[in-house]
C-alpha cells in the first residue's frame, strides 16, 4: 500500500503543501535599520526639493529711492534687469520698468516704490530726468533676505 493519503490524491500538485525539503528559502529581507532610515530619506529629499522651489518664488520689498536735490527732478525711470538671462544689461529685456513724473520742484525728496522679485543679483539703472539734463546711475543689486532696500540718486 501506498503511503499517500486520498486527501492528497484529490488537491491539484499546486495546492498540495510543499514537503520541508521542497519549500523555497524564505527571501532574504533588508536589514531593519534600512527600512526606518527610508521615511527620513524621503522627508530630506522632499524638504530640498521645496527648498529650491521656493528660493525661486517672487518676494515683495519696498524700494526708497532718495533724490539729491530733488526740486530739479522732473522725470524719474528706473529699470530692473536680471543679468542671469545671459545677456548684456544693455540687452536684457527689463524685469520691472517704473515711471515717474513731476513738474519742476514738486518731487519728493524720497520715492517710496515695491517691487516683487526673488532673491538674487539684478541691474538697477536709475534715469533721472531734470530740467538741464538727464543723469543714468547703473548698479548692481543683490536682493536677499532684506524687505527694505535704499537707492540714492545723485
Keep these: 500500500m501506498s503511503s499517500t493519503s486520498q486527501e492528497d490524491l484529490d488537491q491539484a500538485p499546486e495546492e498540495r503543501p510543499a514537503a520541508p525539503e521542497e519549500r523555497p528559502a ?3 529581507g533588508r536589514p531593519r535599520w534600512v527600512r526606518r532610515l527610508a521615511p527620513a530619506i ?3 529629499g522632499a524638504l ?12 515683495e520689498r519696498e524700494v526708497e529711492l532718495r533724490l539729491d536735490d530733488a ?9 530692473w534687469t536680471d543679468p ?18 513731476f513738474t519742476e520742484g514738486t518731487a519728493p525728496r524720497t520715492v517710496l516704490t515695491k517691487v516683487s522679485l526673488p532673491d538674487g543679483l539684478y541691474h538697477v539703472e536709475i534715469a533721472v530726468g531734470r ?7 547703473s548698479r548692481t543689486v543683490t536682493l536677499a533676505d532684506t524687505s ?5 540718486v545723485h
Design 26 to 28: 524564505a527571501p532574504v
Design 42 to 44: 524621503l522627508v530630506l
Design 48 to 59: 530640498f526639493a521645496g527648498s529650491v522651489l521656493f528660493k525661486n518664488l517672487p518676494e
Design 71 to 79: 526740486a530739479t527732478v522732473v522725470r524719474l525711470d528706473v529699470t
Design 84 to 101: 542671469s538671462s545671459g545677456q548684456p544689461a544693455t540687452d536684457a529685456a527689463p524685469v520691472i520698468d517704473s515711471s515717474w513724473q
Design 131 to 137: 530740467k538741464r539734463g538727464y543723469d543714468v546711475v
Design 148 to 152: 527694505r532696500i535704499t537707492l540714492f
